[in-house]
């Protein structure tokens, strides 16, 4: 039963417009989430991350959102470049440093 | 600087034969996992560790074995091999407490194929 869920598999996105990405969680005790990012042939590398006390953070780029209430999390990168087709996995740990992951979004940026 | 370290990266195995992957780390991170990719599922915890000397099982750890005898290193271990371990394997290291917020680092992955 997994308790992080992705459920678009793919985005496609014209480069310098938004991606949005969604995440969505089950389990109410999950307190820090994260969002990696992977490419063909290599292992994820941490992106951005979020505590449950805040409801947004922010790095160049990439935003992510979080709302508590609806157990949904985002993630949003203006402007979207080639160099971020990549797949994008959300994750969540409930402060005992076990990291839960979703299934994945592949994002391709079109030029 | 490696980081974490997998060996090794490719690997083909016959139904019933064993095999061990190592993972190494170079940042003195006390806590290491062992996590497999297959598709439409994203990762899966196998085992964790949260200091030299100790091992926890994860989500999926039927078929595996693990060793911390070290702190730099972590091993996988599949005493017989099946066709539905057949997948992508990932290590990954990390702080404990607040250093925590810096997440995991992963290693680069060994692809097992079990025929």
């Not at chain 1, 480069?15 to 999950?30: A, K, P, Q, V, W």
């Not at chain 2, 997948?87 to 992963?106: D, E, K, P, R, W």
Request: hydrophobic fraction near 35%; charged fraction near 15%; charge should be positive.
């Amino acid at each position: 039963d997994q308790q992080v869920k992705q459920n678009s598999p793919s985005l496609s996105v014209q480069e310098g417009r938004i991606s949005i990405l969604n995440c969505d969680y089950t389990n109410s005790m999950f307190d820090y989430f994260l969002w990696y990012k992977k490419y063909p042939a290599e292992g994820p590398t941490f992106l951005i991350s979020i505590s449950s006390i805040k409801d947004k953070n922010e790095d160049g780029r990439f935003t992510v959102f979080l709302n508590k209430s609806a157990k949904h999390l985002s993630l949003h990168i203006v402007p979207s470049q080639p160099g971020d087709s990549a797949v994008y996995f959300c994750a969540a740990s409930a402060n005992d440093y076990k990291l839960s992951f979703g299934a994945g979004t592949t994002v391709t940026v079109r030029a | 600087n490696a980081g974490v370290t997998q060996t090794p990266k490719f690997r083909v195995l016959k139904t019933g034969q064993s095999m061990t992957l190592l993972c190494a780390q170079d940042m003195n991170h006390e806590y290491m996992y062992w996590y497999r990719q297959d598709p439409g599922m994203g990762l899966r915890l196998i085992h964790y560790s949260v200091g030299e000397g100790t091992t926890a099982k994860g989500e999926v750890p039927d078929g595996y074995n693990v060793s911390r005898l070290k702190k730099q290193n972590f091993l996988l271990g599949l005493e017989s091999a099946a066709p539905s371990q057949t997948s992508v394997y990932f290590c990954a290291s990390s702080y404990g407490g607040t250093l925590f917020n810096y997440g995991y680092t992963f290693g680069s992955g060994t692809r097992l194929t079990v025929v």
